[in-house]
């Protein structure tokens, strides 16, 4: 009986002593960042892409290449392509939900620069 007891107040005290983290409390000060997915295929190429005010460029040689771009709200995806010859060349846009935002196929000649603002959304 006498352990019993004891048990009992063993797991009480155990109940009433546990505290709760307030760390986990508030995360709205948190900022959580989306993926989202450019790819371009195309032999000989050059893209430059805007991401929240910050410029990129990538030299692309042959075949595709995937570029993630990297947000934690609303904004415009601003493309530009250079083709160095003439090529169909494919520009894919994914948002961090897998939503496909553009899939197209162009032809464009050499020197020919191909410029396409999209919109994502993070709703």
């Known amino acids: ?13 155990s109940l009433y002593s546990c505290k709760k983290d307030a760390s986990f409390d508030n995360i709205s000060n948190v900022i ?12 000989n190429c050059e893209i430059n892409y805007e991401v929240n005010s910050k410029a990129y460029n990538v030299g692309i040689d042959k075949g595709s290449n995937d570029i993630p771009f990297f947000y934690s709200g609303d904004f415009d995806l601003k493309t530009e392509v250079l ?21 197209e196929l162009n032809d464009l000649k050499a020197g020919e ?3 396409k603002t999209f919109v994502i ?3």
């Open 1 to 13: 009986m006498r352990i019993q007891y004891l048990l009992l107040l063993v797991v009480l005290t």
């Open 32 to 43: 959580l960042k989306r993926e989202g997915l450019l790819r371009v295929e195309c032999e």
């Open 83 to 103: 083709s160095k010859e003439e090529q169909k060349i494919r520009l894919l846009v994914i948002d961090s939900f897998g939503r496909i935002v553009c899939n």
């Open 113 to 115: 620069v191909s410029k």
């Open 121 to 123: 959304n993070i709703k």
